[in-house]
């Protein structure tokens, strides 16, 4: 009787959160339809008032030039959604980082697979900003059971990168360790075709509630701590799964140039590979989810460690990270630490993690395991994830609590601050965080742009004020 107890209630578990996350994501679609046909009115019924300012001439003078060239002279700096996220195009016009953009002259939004790997993530960000075919790798590619071969980007959107035009880098949750990977590729030098790669493509590294060293949001929703790589056989994860598959077997086109998950490389069509590879899919025998070529697994905790084995912290390169968290502590326990402040996403998500406990039967992740560490969260990413790369070997780090404890900023260091914010509070709706969320973007821009320069060539303009 207990057992069937305690079945309902996962059941109803598993219910209650598929209706919120189907809730959010319809009201996160509905507003970017919403959007785009406002605007496509705004657009007809301005129309005539437009073209007679621009018959008008208007008289704009030669200071817009002047402007963009210095603009150009500029690194980018390139933003990198997270898991579900999207870049410019998708979703019309909603931003993913709520239109944080536009408070700098030269930043780019990449549009990555929303749910595909973190490898495969990197090796697209490589060509969407140096331009051609995405290539995953021969033996990747195989191994994983898609097409070497992916997009094709006609023109890079920053094709002079190299070590005398770096670039700085903004990660938002799972996108932050997609930027570490990419420049340990860069590092290794990975790409064929570009032999002369290196770590110092990349000026800084910022990350914005970034997923390093795993969270434990990832067995809450299905997967299994065992291995961190499977799935349990009833679960969020699963319902999520078929959703994709269905969504990609269908492949409407207008649909997926709206949204799309990023896993075209995996030929899940209708048109190839018909009703039978749709059942290999569903049934768990082809596909992305088969061969765990995917997001989730390397956001486990062992998946974590598994890739920051290979990950370094370089010493040319400048690093800073914005740990976020909505738990405090009461009477020995750990709790939300607000209701109003926490997306209704999140609320339930913020209980369920402080509540977490490792299965005792079950070795843990690492040496030295303790459930009590990943207490605090912010709903989707265990605070202690998201400090620094300390997993499975600490990098070198220091705490910011005030502006002297990061003036001047020294590369090779994972600079990191803790903030009070649930995961989704600097993205999708500027309006949540308020005065916040300019002051989060406001410094990570001005760290870019006014403190963060190397004493060798490239030199940056206030180089000699250091």
């Known amino acids: 009787m207990i057992r069937f107890g305690i079945l309902y209630l996962q059941l109803l578990e598993l219910f209650a959160n598929s209706v919120v996350h189907l809730a959010y994501g319809f009201y996160i679609f509905s ?5 785009d046909l406002y605007q496509a009115f705004r657009e007809c019924c301005f129309l005539n008032e437009r073209v007679v300012q621009v018959e008008s001439g ?7 030039g002047e402007a963009a060239a210095k603009a150009n002279d500029l690194p980018p700096i390139v933003l990198v959604h997270g898991i579900f996220g999207f870049g410019k195009g998708k979703l019309g016009g909603l931003s993913y980082f709520a239109g944080a953009e536009k408070k700098d002259e030269r930043v780019l939004v990449p549009d990555l697979g929303s749910l595909t790997s973190i490898y495969d993530r990197a090796r697209e960000l490589f060509y969407y900003l140096k331009g051609g075919r995405v290539d995953f790798g021969e033996e990747h590619s195989s191994t994983c059971g898609h097409s070497q071969f992916g997009r094709v980007y006609e023109r890079g959107h920053y094709p002079e990168w190299d070590e005398d035009h770096p670039i700085h880098f903004v990660g938002h949750s799972a996108g932050a360790q997609v930027v570490r990977v990419l420049q340990q590729m860069l590092a290794n030098k990975e790409f064929k075709g570009y032999e002369n790669t290196s770590e110092n493509w990349v000026l800084s590294i910022t990350s914005l509630s970034g997923a390093f060293n795993g969270t434990t949001r990832t067995y809450l929703d299905g997967m299994n701590p065992e291995d961190g790589r499977t799935m349990k056989a009833v679960c969020l994860l699963q319902l999520c799964r078929l959703g994709v598959v269905v969504y990609d077997w269908l492949d409407i086109p207008w649909l997926k140039a709206y949204y799309n ?3 075209d490389h995996f030929g899940l069509s209708w048109k190839q590979i018909g009703i039978s590879g749709l059942a290999d899919c569903i049934m768990g025998k082809r596909g992305p989810f088969a061969t765990g070529d995917w997001i ?3 956001l486990t905790i062992q998946g974590s460690i598994s890739l920051n084995r290979n ?7 400048f690093y ?8 405090r502590r009461i009477f020995g326990f750990t709790l939300p630490s607000s209701i109003l402040g926490i997306h209704p996403l999140f609320l339930i998500r913020v209980l369920q993690m402080t509540q977490w406990n490792h299965p005792p039967d079950v070795p843990p992740p690492y040496k030295g395991y303790r459930d009590e560490d990943w207490r605090d969260n912010d709903g989707a990413l265990n605070t202690i994830s998201m400090t620094y790369p300390r997993l499975p070997v600490e990098h070198p780090h220091q705490r910011v609590v005030g502006d002297s404890d990061c003036h001047p900023l020294r590369p090779g260091i994972w600079y990191y601050k803790v903030v009070e914010a649930d995961h989704i509070l600097f993205i999708v709706n500027r309006e949540r965080a308020g005065v916040q969320f300019d ?8 760290r870019c742009r006014k403190h963060v320069f190397r004493n060798s060539p490239p030199t940056m303009p ?3 004020s250091h």
Request: zero cysteines.
């Open 31 to 35: 507003s970017a339809v919403s959007g």
């Open 58 to 64: 208007g008289g704009g003078g030669g200071g817009g």
């Open 261 to 263: 998950f990023g896993f």
């Open 296 to 298: 989730l697994p390397d």
């Open 311 to 317: 990950l370094q912290t370089f010493p040319n390169t």
């Open 320 to 327: 800073f990270s914005y740990a976020t968290r909505r738990t």
């Open 439 to 446: 002051l989060i973007y406001d410094s990570i821009f001005q």
């Open 462 to 464: 206030n180089q000699l």
